[in-house]
């Protein structure tokens, strides 16, 4: 079974930084698109940034462009959200997720709260 892990939410005050980390269970996926998804108390869950092998490679939000970075080390079965410039409309919880097939995420992380306070 699939599971995925993520790490490193938090508190951090406006304008500051947070590393977020998603491990992945299993080795049999190694190269499956993964995501970072967020969700606000009260809001639809929204896309935040994606990592695959066809172009493009990296993709992001238009909130998260320029502010966050997504990345992964095949070696460790990690994805990463660098997050600087954290903003309030920041916070929510964070989930990771995985597509072990075209056209969906159907593996998910418990999530990771992230607060930005102003």
């Known amino acids: 079974q699939v599971q995925l892990v993520e790490s490193g939410g938090g508190l951090v005050q406006a304008g500051g930084s947070l590393n977020l980390s998603c491990v992945v269970s299993t080795r049999a996926l190694d190269g ?11 809001k639809e869950r929204e896309f935040v940034a994606g990592i695959r092998r066809t172009d493009p490679k990296i993709y992001y939000s238009d909130s998260a462009k320029g502010r966050f970075t997504v990345s992964r080390d095949s070696a460790k079965n990690t994805m990463y959200l660098q997050m600087t410039s954290l903003k309030p409309e920041d916070t929510a919880v964070y989930y990771c997720a995985l ?11 418990q999530g990771t709260q992230v607060t930005v306070s102003s």
């Open 32 to 42: 499956a698109p993964m995501a970072w998804f967020r969700q606000a108390p009260g």
């Open 99 to 109: 597509s072990s097939a075209p056209g969906t995420y159907d593996y998910w992380g």
